[in-house]
């Protein structure tokens, strides 16, 4: 019952039944058709029974498999795999329908293909998730029709996968490397000139070309008859904390991601560049109250446990508290740190509601506030307008735009550093920022 219930009638076959009933009305008017359409009827049938005996004559014709990464990375093109082979003793044609889980929202996945005898196979296909949580796959169908094509027979492997997805670990991959190879400056990062003198000695060494002089060091000079200079690195061990704002500010959408998932994928590469930098990253969000806590570490396995507390965190819609952010950091954050506050203001009066709070926030620590700009009002910003319509659209898109420019302004009033971008340059952008606050060592 089982086996009956696996096949499935090809288009090939209707074909050739409305042909045979076509044949047997010109048989009305032609008699000679009568006979040869009757062979033709019994020709079509033993084909259907042979093809039949064909594709149910071998027990594990198709051995199928979906090959999933452990996790998914959020926001970036995640490739799936699936293997397929072929125990036929003839070339057969496949059909591969994947039953993806609802949130890709595709129900047309469909890839045709043809395997030789005795032969592996591998297909691929991207998935792009825009949601942190828990991706069910459902059945991986693959019907298999053998050399006449009139029937298929379906297999059913990898019932109910679940695949976790996680904040984007692929970026944060690829920021590493570019900071192992120190070419992050091709993407857009300043080279900053250093200022101060917050660097740590390091060791004394014999003077190069390009050595500052100011570094000579004329003690080791005279006792080694020729010029030595101290070398210094930058200062180790800072803490550093992202904080984020998951109210409902942060549920606006670009691209599919909200900006709440643009600011934890881009704590996660940050986290791990501080860490790679020998600095001690930390997190907490908030809105009505500040939970996800964890404390500033450089161990390695402080990026995982960055991982694991921003995969579970999600808008609550409310509006947040400043207030008790600035609780939260008297409280907790004693020691002078760089907080990387993310969150957005729309307007300057936005900004004033929550200026004291931050002001407050600046007497102890060095804070940078990230928010963003509106990609689809800089689109009309920047478009000509063409009705009376398209001019009212553009001059409030131009207050709005104007106006993220006057919060900037209001911020480097008070000492605060800030973080303009759009949010598919939040990466590079923050990273920016925090390499030129190491440079110019004013933490």
Same mark, same amino acid.
């Given at each position: 019952?089982?086996?009956?219930?696996?096949?499935?009638?090809? %288009?090939?076959?209707?074909?050739? $039944?409305?042909?045979?009933?076509?044949?047997?009305?010109?048989?009305? /008017?032609?008699?000679?058709?009568?006979?040869?359409?009757?062979?033709?009827?019994?020709? /079509?049938?033993?084909?259907?029974?042979?093809?039949?005996?064909?594709?149910?004559?071998?027990?594990?014709?198709?051995?199928?498999?979906?090959?999933?990464?452990?996790?998914?990375?959020?926001?970036?093109?995640?490739?799936?795999?699936?293997?397929?082979?072929?125990?036929?003793?003839? @070339? $057969?044609?496949?059909?591969?329908?994947?039953?993806?889980?609802?949130?890709?929202?595709?129900?047309?996945?469909?890839?045709?293909?043809?395997?030789?005898?005795?032969?592996?196979?591998?297909?691929?296909?991207?998935?792009?998730?825009? *949601?942190?949580?828990?991706?069910?796959?459902?059945?991986?169908?693959?019907?298999? %029709?053998?050399?006449?094509?009139?029937?298929?027979?379906?297999?059913?492997?990898?019932?109910?996968?679940?695949?976790?997805?996680?904040?984007? /670990?692929?970026?944060?991959?690829?920021?590493?490397?570019?900071?192992?190879?120190? @070419?992050?400056?091709?993407?857009?990062?300043?080279?900053?000139?250093?200022?101060?003198?917050?660097?740590?000695?390091?060791?004394?060494?014999?003077?190069?070309?390009?050595?500052?002089?100011?570094? $000579?060091?004329?003690?080791?000079?005279? *006792?080694?008859?020729?010029?030595?200079? +101290?070398?210094?690195?930058?200062?180790?061990?800072?803490?550093?904390?992202?904080?984020?704002? =998951?109210?409902?500010?942060? *549920?606006?959408?670009?691209?599919?991601?909200?900006?709440?998932?643009?600011?934890?994928?881009?704590?996660?590469?940050?986290?791990?560049?501080?860490?790679?930098?020998?600095?001690?990253?930390?997190?907490?969000?908030? %809105?009505? *109250?500040?939970? +996800?806590?964890?404390?500033?570490?450089?161990?390695?396995?402080?990026?995982? @446990?960055?991982?694991?507390?921003?995969?579970?965190?999600?808008?609550?819609?409310?509006? %947040?508290?400043?207030?008790?952010?600035?609780?939260?950091?008297?409280?907790?954050?004693?020691?002078?740190?760089?907080?990387?506050?993310?969150? +957005?203001?729309?307007?300057?009066?936005?900004?004033?509601?929550?200026?004291?709070?931050?002001?407050? $926030?600046?007497?102890?620590?060095?804070?940078?506030?990230?928010?963003?700009?509106?990609?689809?009002?800089?689109?009309?910003?920047?478009?000509?307008?063409?009705?009376?319509?398209?001019?009212?659209?553009?001059?409030?898109?131009?207050?709005?735009?104007?106006?993220?420019?006057?919060?900037?302004?209001?911020?480097?009033?008070?000492?605060?550093?800030?973080?303009?971008?759009?949010?598919?340059?939040?990466?590079? +952008?923050?990273?920016? =920022?925090?390499?030129?606050?190491?440079?110019?060592?004013?933490?």
């Amino acid at each position: 019952m089982k086996n009956i219930k696996a096949l499935y009638i090809n %288009s090939l076959v209707y074909y050739c $039944i409305a042909a045979i009933v076509l044949l047997f009305i010109c048989s009305f /008017f032609f008699a000679f058709l009568y006979y040869i359409v009757w062979v033709l009827v019994a020709l /079509f049938f033993i084909l259907f029974i042979a093809d039949i005996l064909l594709i149910y004559g071998v027990k594990n014709g198709i051995i199928g498999q979906r090959i999933t990464p452990e996790k998914l990375s959020n926001g970036d093109d995640n490739y799936i795999s699936i293997r397929l082979e072929n125990n036929f003793p003839f @070339k $057969i044609s496949v059909r591969i329908i994947d039953e993806l889980p609802f949130q890709f929202q595709k129900r047309d996945f469909l890839i045709n293909k043809s395997l030789a005898s005795k032969t592996a196979d591998h297909s691929t296909y991207l998935v792009r998730p825009t *949601k942190r949580g828990e991706y069910h796959f459902g059945h991986l169908n693959i019907y298999a %029709s053998g050399p006449l094509k009139l029937i298929s027979r379906r297999y059913i492997f990898d019932n109910n996968q679940i695949v976790a997805t996680y904040p984007s /670990f692929l970026q944060m991959r690829k920021y590493e490397l570019m900071a192992i190879h120190n @070419k992050l400056f091709m993407q857009g990062l300043k080279k900053v000139r250093k200022i101060g003198n917050t660097r740590e000695f390091e060791q004394i060494k014999e003077y190069t070309l390009g050595d500052d002089i100011r570094t $000579i060091n004329w003690k080791a000079t005279a *006792k080694k008859s020729q010029y030595m200079v +101290n070398q210094y690195q930058d200062e180790k061990s800072q803490n550093i904390y992202m904080i984020i704002d =998951k109210g409902r500010v942060m *549920k606006s959408p670009f691209n599919d991601l909200t900006l709440l998932d643009y600011a934890i994928n881009a704590s996660l590469v940050l986290s791990n560049i501080i860490i790679k930098k020998y600095d001690k990253a930390g997190l907490f969000t908030f %809105s009505k *109250k500040a939970d +996800n806590r964890l404390k500033p570490d450089n161990k390695p396995v402080q990026v995982q @446990k960055f991982m694991e507390n921003l995969y579970k965190v999600t808008t609550d819609f409310h509006e %947040s508290d400043f207030s008790k952010l600035y609780s939260e950091i008297k409280q907790n954050i004693h020691q002078r740190s760089l907080l990387i506050l993310f969150t +957005n203001f729309e307007t300057l009066d936005g900004l004033n509601r929550q200026l004291k709070y931050l002001r407050a $926030i600046t007497k102890n620590h060095l804070l940078v506030v990230v928010f963003f700009k509106n990609s689809e009002l800089d689109q009309i910003v920047h478009s000509e307008a063409k009705n009376t319509q398209e001019i009212y659209d553009k001059v409030i898109a131009e207050k709005f735009h104007y106006d993220k420019k006057l919060i900037v302004n209001e911020l480097m009033k008070y000492g605060i550093y800030s973080v303009l971008t759009n949010p598919e340059d939040l990466n590079l +952008n923050v990273i920016n =920022k925090y390499l030129e606050i190491k440079a110019r060592g004013i933490l």
